[in-house]
């Protein structure tokens, strides 16, 4: 089972936010509205009561979505500087390809195609969208032996794995394992470009990474952060800026002890589907929402 759900992304205009993905990532908006309040209140967000929002779903169709929700970004955020989801992952078909996309779209290439060290069947690129949120583009060249990684059906399909960034990796693990029933797997070092040159390091500078997975089923990254990295800023009541949560599925709802931000109540929407739904707060501010799967 897929645990990944959605990634929730901060914008002035959602619709906007929609559109650019249409027609640079080949999205379809899937739903549209405005956000209750008592969800609103599940995330600890209770300013973020009836904002705007849309639900953009790939082009392959698969049930993994991104959500924009109406807030404003504090004027001195500055991506891959915080903790906090840092990042979403999106796997292509061709990196290459999605690469001369991005060059003529408001995406800004942060990162170009470049394969990493230590793990040949991964070849991504990194971008910079418009509202500063930070989108990996990932070929997967072949698989890995520990992780079922998925193969893209459209030029650029589904999120795969979000990126949290931690001030300390090990205490992250111990909450996701503990909270959320995940399983951390290994952590290694490796030149990490972006996050080198946000920080102003060597490009060849080793950071501290790895990964909490459900099975072989792969789908977070956690970063260990440098020390000069800061809490995110944000506005009162609202959600975080940038990537502001990640939700997942499980199929083990009921073990769940929390501690949730208020009592999982039924949802509807296309992410929901009438099923539980809660939200928790982690280390670093981390919100984590976790739909119950029948």
Not at 20 to 43: H, I, K, N, Q
């Amino acid at each position: 089972m897929h645990l990944l759900r959605a990634a929730t992304l901060v914008t002035p205009d959602p619709e906007a936010a929609a559109a650019t993905y249409a027609r640079y990532m080949d999205y379809t908006v899937a739903e549209r509205g405005d956000v209750p309040a008592d969800l609103a209140a599940s995330w600890g967000a209770p300013a973020s009561a009836g904002r705007a929002y849309t639900v953009c779903r790939p082009k392959s169709g698969r049930d993994v979505y991104l959500r924009f929700v109406q807030g404003e970004t504090p004027a001195d955020y500055r991506p891959l500087r915080t903790y906090g989801w840092a990042a979403i992952e999106i796997c292509v078909q061709d990196v290459l390809a999605v690469n001369a996309r991005m060059e003529a779209s408001p995406f800004d290439i942060i990162g170009p195609p470049a394969h990493l060290d230590g793990l040949p069947n991964i070849f991504p690129m990194q971008v910079k969208g418009p509202d500063q949120e930070i989108v990996f583009l990932t070929e997967i060249l072949g698989d890995m032996p520990e992780y079922a990684l998925p193969r893209a059906e459209s030029l650029i399909d589904r999120l795969f794995i979000l990126v949290l960034a931690c001030s300390d990796i090990d205490a992250s693990n111990r909450w996701l394992e503990a909270a959320l029933k995940l399983d951390a797997g290994r952590t290694i070092e490796l030149a990490y470009t972006v996050l080198s040159d946000a920080f102003g390091l060597p490009r060849d500078h080793p950071h501290r990474i790895g990964t909490l997975t459900h099975g072989a089923d792969v789908f977070l990254e956690v970063d260990q952060y440098p020390a000069n990295a800061a809490p995110r800023p944000q506005h009162p009541g609202e959600l975080p800026p940038g990537i502001a949560m990640a939700t997942l599925k499980h199929p083990d709802f009921a073990t769940l002890d929390g501690p949730w931000i208020t009592p999982p109540a039924r949802r509807e929407g296309v992410i929901y589907g009438g099923a539980r739904a809660g939200v928790m707060a982690g280390p670093d501010g981390v919100l984590v929402e976790v739909v119950e799967v029948a």
